[in-house]
């Protein structure tokens, strides 16, 4: 039962313009929603994270925003540097436990 | 500052061999998660730990793996026997947190990669 979900696998983006990841979830219990960022051969780094109560989370070159009534936040990197080539995995908690998407694969094009 | 340490970073093993995952949390950190990772089911949560205690281990696939942590700056992930299935990406991540919320966020270490022949 994947109560979250990452619909686009991939994501190809020219440096220096805005990347926008997407992400779904289903559990109306879920208050706390977090954005990791993985490497190759590493662990999933944290990026970015939201609470419920706002809409809207900003650092640095990341935005997140969350829309609780349509069940949907997005991550947005502006502007793209070829560093930000990984896979990205959204999660959401209502506690202790992660529901992790199955990851989006960022490209960033020279 | 040492990030999340785990040992070895791969493993390949035949079916029917024990195999034993370690972890180093970051010093200070009150709460251990284990996870693992597969194409089929993405990342899940196997069990965690909140002061050396079990406090989850639903996410255990059956009695073969179990884990243990003795001490707060330890922790194993033991699977025996050992079979194919069991190949994937073993995280064990860490959190500043007394109660658990994720809202203090995990930090992961960078897993081992388990190859069972």
């Known amino acids: 039962d994947q109560q979250v979900k990452q619909n686009s696998p991939s994501l190809s983006v020219q440096e220096g313009r805005i990347s926008i990841l997407n992400c779904d979830y289903t559990?109306?219990?879920?208050?706390?929603f977090l954005w990791y960022k993985k490497y190759p051969a590493e662990g999933p780094t944290f990026l970015i994270s939201?609470?419920?109560?706002?809409d809207k989370n900003e650092d640095g070159r990341f935005t997140v925003f969350l829309n609780k009534s349509a069940k949907h936040l997005s991550l947005h990197i502006v502007p793209s540097q070829p560093g930000d080539s990984a896979v990205y995995f959204c999660?959401?908690?209502?506690?202790?436990?992660?529901?992790f998407g199955a990851g989006t694969t960022v490209t960033v094009r020279a | 500052d040492a990030g999340v340490i785990q040992s070895p970073r791969h493993e390949v093993t035949e079916m029917g061999q024990e195999v034993t995952l370690r972890c180093k949390p970051i010093?200070?950190?009150?709460?251990l998660f284990w996870y693992r990772q597969t194409m089929m089911r993405g990342l899940e949560l196997l069990i965690y730990?909140?002061?050396?205690?079990?406090?989850?281990d639903s996410g255990m696939p059956e009695d073969r793996f179990s884990a243990k942590m003795p001490n707060a700056s330890f922790s194993t992930l033991k699977i025996q026997p050992s079979e194919p299935r069991d190949s994937a990406v073993y995280f064990c991540?860490?959190?500043?947190?007394?109660?658990?919320?994720?809202?203090?966020?995990?930090?992961f270490g960078p897993g081992t990669r388990l190859l069972v022949l």
């Open positions: 730990f909140n002061n050396n205690v079990p406090i989850d």
């Open positions: 010093s200070g950190h009150n709460s």
């Open positions: 999660a959401a908690t209502s506690d202790y436990k992660l529901s």
């Open positions: 559990n109306s219990m879920f208050d706390y």
């Open positions: 991540a860490s959190s500043p947190s007394t109660s658990g919320r994720a809202k203090e966020t995990q930090y």
């Open positions: 939201i609470s419920s109560i706002k």
